[in-house]
Nanobody
Framework: QEQLVESGGGLVQAGGSLRLSCSAS????????MGWFRQPPGKEREYVAG????????EIADSVSGRFTVSKNDAKNTVYLEMNGLRPEDTAVYLC????????????????WGQGTQVTVSS
């Protein structure tokens, strides 16, 4: 059973920054698209960003473009979500996921999910 291990969430004031990490097995990291999603309380899961590590291709959702970036560390089989200029509306559980095929922003395309990490932004 493949596992995705996330870390880096927490409580931050509006305008602050956080970096989330998601570590995967070498097989997943090199072959799958790694996506970041978030789910605010009582709302649907929302796509935030994606990266295909082997090709170095990244994508950021319009809702967070200009504030969030996604990056990778090949030596650690880890992808990151760098979040700057955080706003209270960014408060959510953030999840990383891995997809073999499918549309990057479609959560049903993802085969594996991390446990999620809470990000809370205070005003």
């Amino acid at each position: 059973q493949e596992q995705l291990v996330e870390s880096g969430g927490g409580l931050v004031q509006a305008g602050g920054s956080l970096r989330l990490s998601c570590s995967a097995s070498e097989r997943i990291y090199n072959s799958y698209v790694m996506g970041w999603f978030r789910q605010p309380p009582g709302k649907e899961r929302e796509y935030v960003a994606g990266i295909q590590a082997s090709l170095g291709i990244t994508e950021i959702a319009d809702s967070v473009s200009g504030r969030f970036t996604v990056s990778k560390n090949d030596a650690k089989n880890t992808v990151y979500l760098e979040m700057n200029g955080l706003r209270p509306e960014d408060t959510a559980v953030y999840l990383c996921a891995a997809a073999n095929v499918g549309t990057w922003n479609d959560p049903t395309a993802y085969d594996y999910w991390g446990q999620g990490t809470q990000v809370t932004v205070s005003s």
